[in-house]
């Protein structure tokens, strides 16, 4: 397994911040594990991180690619991750995604999908690539240069021109019909439906609030 995890709380100005991350590695684990070890401490850092939440997000994103791939340029290896990340200032929800792993929320009963999947098919996406250059072609699934099946990665060095770690942020206000949260890769979400996802989700927590009281 490539995939790492990271979970962050803290308070700022006297304002609870939380950060939940989920990165799934390809070609080598180095790349998802350099983002669970600095992503979020680099986020946290930002001059504006409560001032201007996204912006933080967005050029944090682009400056730890720049970082990992600066500390990997002496190596053979050309590994890469997506990051799925959900980040909790207040009641001010923000969801950015690089890559195909996927963000679902249950609101009032309904899965709510918020980052759209990093796919070289998808049509603004491949425009982009070739755009720059770039071919996406099928080699049993669609892939950028016929061997990467996502348009956006952090790493992917010899691809960079075309992948890139330009986030999509989405942003939710967290209300009473807020009920939960998925950050999955796309090993879930190849076989199991958004709405599925939030159900068993949903019946998990229902299980532990039983249990606990």
């Known amino acids: 397994m490539e995939d790492f995890y990271d979970i962050k709380s803290s308070t700022i100005d006297s304002q609870a911040v939380r950060l939940f991350g989920i990165f799934d590695g390809h070609g080598g684990s180095r790349a998802a594990e350099y983002l669970k070890e600095n992503l ?15 912006l933080a997000i967005r050029e944090t994103y682009q400056k730890t690619d720049a970082d990992f791939l600066d500390a990997e340029k002496n190596t053979l ?10 980040v909790l200032v207040g009641n001010h929800l923000y969801v950015a995604n690089v890559g195909d792993s996927r963000a679902v929320i249950s609101k009032a009963g309904k899965a709510i999908q918020l980052s759209d999947d990093h796919k070289p098919n998808r049509s603004d996406e491949r425009k982009r690539i070739e755009s720059a250059g770039g071919v996406v072609m099928w080699a049993g699934t669609w ?3 016929g061997v990467l099946a996502m348009s956006r990665a952090f790493g992917n060095r010899l691809l960079k021109q075309f992948v890139v770690a330009e986030p999509e942020i ?14 999955a890769s796309d090993g879930l979400w190849d076989v199991v439906a958004n709405e599925d996802a939030v159900t068993l989700a949903d019946w998990k927590r229902i299980q532990r609030l039983q249990l606990g009281s």
């Open 40 to 54: 979020f401490e680099n986020l946290l850092k930002h001059p504006k991180f409560m001032t201007d939440t996204k």
């Open 143 to 145: 892939r950028v240069g």
């Open 170 to 183: 989405q942003e939710k206000v967290v209300d009473e019909e807020f009920e939960l949260l998925v950050l």
């Open 77 to 86: 290896r050309d590994d890469g991750s997506t990051a799925s990340t959900a």
